[in-house]
């Protein structure tokens, strides 16, 4: 599996988190997640959630005001993403009980954290909500004494 990047989006258009596992310059980023946010959110919902831009296959999903929009290589199973955009959002709801933009905002470290969790070099390694949520519920368990 070969995740080159993962964004959250809002509905305006602007990224709430991005994580790339391809090293890009910082303009590069800028473009890439610009063109493709602007494809993404042009989109009905009546049309399929996979895009083809430049050499990355866009899988995105649309969970009340974000956009999970995920990155791959060409020879990625779509489904499979889509499987794992879900997952990653029961986590984060499961986490900030009822995830929405602002606990992604004001929380960016602990939804970096929890998505560091799940995956690495942009290869998913986990995806078992319990042993995901596990080290940072202990985390913050010592935060608390």
Same mark, same amino acid.
């Given at each position: 599996?070969?995740?080159?990047? =993962?964004?959250?989006?809002?509905?305006?258009?602007?990224? *709430?988190?991005?994580?790339?596992? !391809?090293?890009?310059?910082?303009? $590069? +980023?800028?473009?890439?997640?610009?063109?493709?946010?602007?494809?993404?959110?042009? *989109?009905?919902?009546?049309?399929?959630?996979?895009?083809?831009?430049?050499?990355?296959?866009?899988?995105? +999903?649309?969970?009340?005001?974000?956009?999970?929009?995920?990155?791959? !290589?060409?020879?990625?199973? $779509?489904?499979?993403?889509? $499987?794992?955009? /879900?997952?990653?959002?029961?986590?984060? !709801?499961?986490?900030?009980?009822?995830?929405?933009?602002? !606990?992604?905002?004001?929380?960016?470290? +602990?939804?970096?954290?929890?998505?560091?969790?799940?995956?690495?070099?942009? *290869? =998913?390694?986990?995806?078992?909500?319990? /042993?995901?949520?596990?080290?940072? *519920?202990?985390?913050?368990?010592?935060?608390?004494?």
């Amino acid at each position: 599996m070969a995740i080159k990047f =993962i964004l959250m989006v809002n509905k305006q258009g602007q990224t *709430r988190l991005a994580q790339y596992y !391809d090293e890009l310059s910082v303009a $590069e +980023r800028g473009s890439l997640e610009g063109a493709i946010i602007r494809k993404c959110l042009a *989109r009905n919902e009546h049309q399929c959630s996979f895009v083809e831009f430049r050499n990355y296959k866009c899988i995105y +999903r649309r969970y009340a005001s974000l956009f999970f929009i995920v990155g791959v !290589d060409g020879e990625e199973n $779509e489904l499979s993403i889509l $499987e794992f955009i /879900h997952n990653l959002v029961e986590t984060l !709801d499961k986490y900030f009980e009822n995830v929405c933009e602002l !606990d992604i905002m004001f929380n960016l470290e +602990r939804a970096h954290f929890l998505l560091d969790e799940m995956v690495m070099n942009g *290869r =998913i390694v986990e995806t078992n909500k319990k /042993h995901i949520l596990r080290p940072i *519920r202990l985390m913050d368990q010592y935060k608390q004494t």
